[in-house]
């Protein structure tokens, strides 16, 4: 197969890959980008392998970044983009699921391809567009399937990570998961215990915002893969629920999807849970405020307060969550009546504490924030105008 129309991100790299083979050493595109360029997909990084080996790749380019040097892998600081480049290599033993011991640099593509992940990611590139397959992994994109390259026991004790990484390019792509390769997620799925939570966070969140994410979801549970993830391994029936809750809806963020799953499995306690997950406590805290928030507009419509209180970001979230759980969706309508509301936070308030001091000619006390807590919710409600005179008349009237 040849790609004749390279797009332009694969010309842009052609001066690195001519460069390298100037200085007698082979170079191709690999991995992913190949795998997409077929697929017709937005192509992202562009990865480069070798048969020259880190020292003479910075011999061959002056500026480069050791960025995993021991694995054979030099960041090229080529004019105004950056390349990794890695030399072709074998790999030892893995004694930790997920790195080898040992990395052995060698001149051969083949012994290259041959230790990675997936039939349809082990292909190479030449620059002129011809595809080199030696694992059928053209014949796996046309199929539309995830197939371990050779043995898929042997791929996932390497590497448990991989599992979830078939999981999540199920949802990605739309693919479904060889039969063979299936079985061994299922036979080795323990092995995710040996993987840091980090590392599966972030292929778990990529599967949820998957084009179709019930392809991978029901895959991780029928392996077992959720009982090795936090808060999840009571949760089976209603991880198949949230599959099949409205599957053409796209999660289009990692917030978004958080709220949509943590409600869909009725968990209680999402701080909790996405604090075993590793997850940030921006994220955490947003997600919380997010099912509050749900919650409360079940039974009620959004009063000026609460949009006040909950922002524009919450307010956004809540009622794509709504959407996804086929519930009336307001959010245009009520962006506007936010961007409508006298202020959107105190420092926006057209008096502050030093102008009631000096106004009131009081000494400062706890009295104070109460008065401003209470100018803000009457300016909020529309009760008083936000306007330093008026407002200063009201307080005095307030506090007498």
Not at 67 to 77: F, K, N, S, Y
Not at 214 to 238: A, D, Y
Request: proline fraction near 3%; hydrophobic fraction near 40%.
């Amino acid at each position: 197969m040849k790609i004749n129309d390279l797009p332009i991100e694969f010309k842009q790299a052609l001066p690195v890959i001519d460069k390298i083979n100037e200085h007698g050493y082979e170079a191709y595109f690999v991995g992913g980008s190949v795998r997409d360029v077929i697929l017709n997909h937005e192509i992202h990084d562009v990865d480069i392998a070798t048969s020259a080996f880190p020292e003479e790749i910075k011999e061959i380019f002056p500026r480069t970044i050791d960025v995993g040097i021991d694995h054979g892998t030099v960041l090229v600081l080529y004019e105004e983009d950056q390349y990794e480049i890695t030399t072709f290599r074998t790999e030892s033993t893995y004694q930790d699921y997920r790195r080898p011991d040992t990395v052995t640099f060698v001149r051969s593509l083949e012994e290259d391809l041959k230790r990675r992940d997936f039939t349809m990611n082990a292909l190479a590139m030449t620059r002129e567009g011809n595809i080199i397959d030696l694992f059928d992994g053209i014949e796996s994109i046309h199929a539309k399937e995830i197939k371990a390259v050779g043995n898929p026991d042997e791929r996932f004790s390497e590497d448990a990570l991989r599992m979830m990484r078939a999981l999540r390019f199920a949802s990605q792509l739309s693919f479904d998961i060889e039969e063979k390769t299936e079985e061994a997620i299922s036979k080795n799925h323990q092995l995710l215990t040996k993987i840091a939570i980090e590392r599966i966070y972030i292929e778990w969140v990529k599967l949820l915002m998957g084009a179709e994410r019930k392809r991978g979801i029901i895959p991780f549970v029928e392996t077992n893969c959720f009982i090795c993830c936090p808060g999840f391994s009571h949760k089976k029936e209603l991880l198949v629920s949230f599959a099949n809750q409205n599957p053409e809806m796209l999660l289009t963020s990692e917030e978004l999807a958080w709220s949509c799953l943590l409600i869909a499995i009725e968990e209680k306690h999402a701080k909790t849970l996405l604090g075993k997950w590793k997850a940030s406590k921006r994220l955490s805290n947003l997600v919380e405020k997010v099912i509050d928030c749900y919650n409360e507009r079940l039974t009620s419509q959004w009063s000026a307060k609460e949009m006040y209180q909950a922002g524009i970001e919450v307010i956004s979230l809540v009622e794509q969550v709504r959407d996804f759980f086929g519930l009336e969706n307001n959010e245009d309508e009520l962006i506007k009546a936010y961007n409508q509301l006298p202020i959107k936070s105190m420092a926006d308030l057209k008096v502050s504490g030093r102008d009631i001091l000096a106004y009131m000619d009081k000494k400062p006390g706890p009295w104070l924030g109460d008065v401003l807590k209470q100018t803000e919710k009457h300016v909020v409600e529309g009760q008083w105008k936000n306007d330093k005179e008026v407002l200063l008349e009201k307080i005095k009237e307030m506090v007498g």
